[in-house]
């Protein structure tokens, strides 16, 4: 029984396999030879020319096309390619629930297929599937009709023809290129099973249908009411805000933003009961709209109404906390009254809450002004101008405080912005060069500046401008031709000296450096820069001595920031004077407790005083402001070291030498610490490594003998002993290294003669060494003359 279903199976498969030969040989290409003219490849592109999808269409009158609906829904534009030719076709009517739609194609001009029903087909009958699979162009495909037309839910075919991606819309054609339907889709529940929209459904849609879809029209964009309003503002145009502020309201009658605009409109009308209500109805709408309450006890305290205004700030404290309007408004209210010291406090306040806002700095200035703090007054009003603040008044009150002062150019600049007119002038482009590097933004004051010396060639402060920005730049050549230029047309100016010594110093050209700063010292002896300059390039130069003293005399005329104390630290280990630059470091410490360099010389300046546990704590706190500091961890591990704590040394040092495999220090201080731990292998890599960074580091090749002396290697440890002495030929660790070469290699002679040398120099060391090398029973030790 199992047998004879095995050859019943057998044979059906023989027969399903017969049936796909589809028809007779060549029928194929002969019903593609007569159908092709008809059958058309379909792109759509969207808006910007895209395309989005690709499917086929098959020519059913003159000028129409059928194709299914989900090649072309959604497409702008509709691409129909017949031959070499592409025409435009437009979408003119739908049944969308057979996917079929029929295009009209001006000027296509290929010819119609003919229809045959569906209910005409049998089923086996061979049919061919005509279309563009995947885009490669028209192709054919040969199959079966697998069952007999189907009515419901609409007319349709099941075929074997294969079909790919982009066959959709194509046409499906019995042997004598008859259209007999329209490809659709691959049925998923079995192989090559595609389901085909009979003609019968063709010509449905040629007799009548629906309309496609209208258009989808985006809506136009919101208008941009904030930013006009803003705007509106800015210029003090009240009577178009209002009328703004009103359209703002109909379109967006629920809006806070668009009512308080209003309100602002009204009250800068004098309309000040309207203008009320309009922010009482902001805050209806959004009772935590802050803007709404600080504009509603402004109203309040001008109407004279003070309680309630009070009353409305503290709704908006409560609310925000930390606004910083709240305490400003409060400032302008003390000063109205004239009790200018609460008006500083709040003021201060309001600074605290937002450090950036121009029009505080101002107000801080302004107050100072009246307090009679022209110092204060000063720095407040150069604040909120470098926060780009444009009030003409207070930049005409700080120029005539620079003057006072004695800031004559400082003065000179800011009055020249109140007699400019135009921006095209070269003092304008200077003023704007200079406001636009306060705030940091570099490449348009380099733009600035440039035309600035270009329309001002003569004018020295142009010069200097471009400089600065260079300097911010960090194109120090250029700078200091700048620099150059300036002292050209002014060369008795202390400042431009100090600028071109700052330029020559980044350079590394330190003589020319400090030849500047010495010369505008001469020039000024209270040149606060000029000595900064001096001390800066002598440290550089490694004097610290001439650095000390140079810091000292800066400090005796400013206040030094922290990081030049640190330098002036620096200066003072130099000189030996450890406890000395303790102090100063305490002083900075105090100052900027998380400054890098503080923390890394303090260490240094600990471990010089013989500390290492102090220094371990600030190398500790180095690693936490800069977990990735090279030189951190490189002190790290060295005073782990000198603490005896060996691992903790070897996995510091490894992590130093990890961030930068070009810190020769790290590999020195690795190599000791293996050395110590008797890693000789690992000692003898790193120090190796070491020296190649830094061919001329006696300490790592010293450590480097002892290594190769320990693993018994006793030339290696001689040839780094010997490199030593020719620089240094008394230097009795050196001399000692050799000796021990000789005695493990058994040269007893050459062991002696090193070991006089080592005892006319280091007697004691001498009479250490010959000690060890009896106790470790070296050849020859004996013979070492006591």
């Not at 534009?77 to 025409?87: D, H, K, P, W, Y």
């Not at 003569?458 to 194109?475: I, K, Y």
């Not at 690992?682 to 790592?700: C, F, G, N, V």
Request: charged share 25%; proline share 5%.
């Amino acid at each position: 029984m199992k047998a004879r279903f095995l050859c019943v199976s057998l044979s059906v498969m023989g027969w399903t396999g017969l049936g796909l030969a589809a028809g007779e040989p060549g029928d194929a290409q002969r019903v593609f030879a007569r159908v092709s003219g008809s059958v058309v490849t379909i792109k759509t592109e969207d808006d910007k020319g895209v395309v989005e999808a690709q499917g086929s269409g098959v020519v059913v009158g003159k000028g129409q096309v059928v194709t299914n609906c989900h090649v072309i829904r959604n497409a702008s534009i509709i691409r129909v390619l017949v031959g070499q030719a592409e025409l435009e076709g437009k979408w003119v009517r739908q049944k969308a629930a057979l996917d079929l739609c029929l295009l009209t194609v001006n000027g296509l001009d290929a010819p119609s297929v003919k229809l045959r029903p569906g209910s005409s087909l049998a089923v086996g009958e061979p049919v061919f599937a005509v279309g563009n699979p995947l885009g490669f162009g028209l192709a054919v495909s040969a199959g079966l009709v697998a069952t007999a037309e189907q009515k419901q839910p609409h007319p349709y075919l099941v075929a074997t023809a294969p079909q790919s991606p982009g066959s959709s819309g194509g046409g499906l054609f019995d042997r004598e290129g008859l259209l007999v339907g329209v490809t659709k889709a691959v049925l998923g529940t079995g192989q090559n099973f595609n389901m085909i929209l009979s003609a019968d459904s063709v010509a449905g849609i040629l007799a009548n249908g629906d309309a496609p879809p209208a258009e989808l029209r985006l809506p136009a964009p919101e208008k941009p009411w904030i930013a006009d309003a803003d705007a509106l503002r800015r210029a003090a145009r009240w009577a178009d805000l209002e009328m703004h502020a009103r359209a703002w309201s109909v379109s967006q009658p629920r809006s806070a933003v668009a009512a308080a605009t209003l309100g602002t409109a009204l009250q800068g009308l004098k309309r000040l009961d309207e203008a009320e209500v309009s922010v009482r109805r902001a805050l209806e709408l959004d009772e935590n709209y802050a803007p709404a309450w600080l504009q509603l006890a402004d109203l309040l305290y001008l109407r004279g109404a003070r309680e309630a205004a009070e009353q409305a700030l503290k709704a908006l404290d409560s609310r925000y906390p930390f606004s910083s309007d709240s305490v400003f408004l409060r400032a302008h209210w003390y000063r109205d009254a004239g009790r200018l010291t609460e008006a500083r406090e709040h003021i201060r306040e309001s600074i605290r809450r937002w450090p950036r806002r121009s029009e505080a700095w101002r107000f801080l200035g302004l107050v100072e002004d009246s307090l009679g703090n022209p110092v204060e007054a000063s720095r407040a009003l150069a604040t909120a101008l470098r926060l780009g603040d444009a009030d003409v008044r207070a930049r005409q009150r700080l120029a005539e405080l620079y003057a006072k002062s004695g800031k004559v150019e400082e003065a000179a600049r800011l009055a020249q912005a109140q007699e400019v007119a135009s921006g095209n002038t070269g003092k304008t482009q200077l003023l704007m060069g200079l406001g636009e590097l306060n705030r940091g933004r570099l490449g348009p004051a380099e733009e600035a500046m440039r035309k600035a010396v270009a329309l001002l060639p003569e004018a020295a402060e142009a010069w200097t401008g471009l400089g600065a920005v260079l300097m911010r730049l960090g194109r120090f050549q250029e700078a200091e031709s700048a620099f150059d230029k300036a002292l050209q047309l002014a060369p008795r100016s202390a400042d431009n000296l100090t600028n071109r010594a700052g330029a020559r110093l980044e350079l590394k050209r330190l003589q020319p450096a400090l030849d500047d700063a010495r010369q505008a010292i001469e020039l000024d002896p209270q040149s606060a820069q000029g000595w900064r300059m001096a001390a800066l390039t002598h440290l550089a130069l490694g004097k610290p001595r001439e650095a000390g003293m140079a810091f000292q005399k800066l400090d005796g005329l400013v206040s030094m920031n922290p990081d030049e104390l640190v330098s002036w630290a620096e200066a003072m280990i130099g000189m030996g004077s450890v406890d000395e630059a303790l102090k100063i470091l305490s002083k900075a410490e105090a100052m900027d407790p998380k400054l890098l360099r503080m923390c890394l010389t303090m260490a240094r300046a600990q471990g010089a005083k013989g500390d290492i546990a102090a220094a371990l704590g600030y190398e500790i706190r180095a690693l936490e402001i800069d977990p990735v500091n090279v030189h951190a961890w490189s002190g790290k591990g060295y005073a782990l070291m000198k603490l005896g704590r060996l691992p903790e040394a070897v996995d510091a040092l490894e992590t130093a030498v990890r961030l930068d495999p070009g810190l020769s220090n790290g590999w020195i201080n690795l190599g000791e610490v293996q050395l110590r731990s008797r890693n000789l292998g690992r000692a003898i890599q790193s120090l190796e490594k070491a020296l190649t960074l830094a061919p001329a580091a006696s300490d790592a090749r010293f450590f480097l003998a002892q290594a190769y002396l320990g693993a018994r290697l006793p030339k290696k440890a001689r040839e780094h002993a010997e490199v030593l002495l020719v620089k240094q030929p008394t230097f009795a660790p050196a001399l000692g290294v050799v000796t021990m070469s000789y005695l493990v290699e058994g040269n007893g002679q050459a062991a002696s003669e090193a070991y006089l040398k080592l005892k006319a120099s280091a007697p004691t060391l001498a009479r250490t060494l010959r000690a060890q090398a009896l106790g470790a029973g070296l050849a020859g030790a004996g013979s070492l003359p006591e």
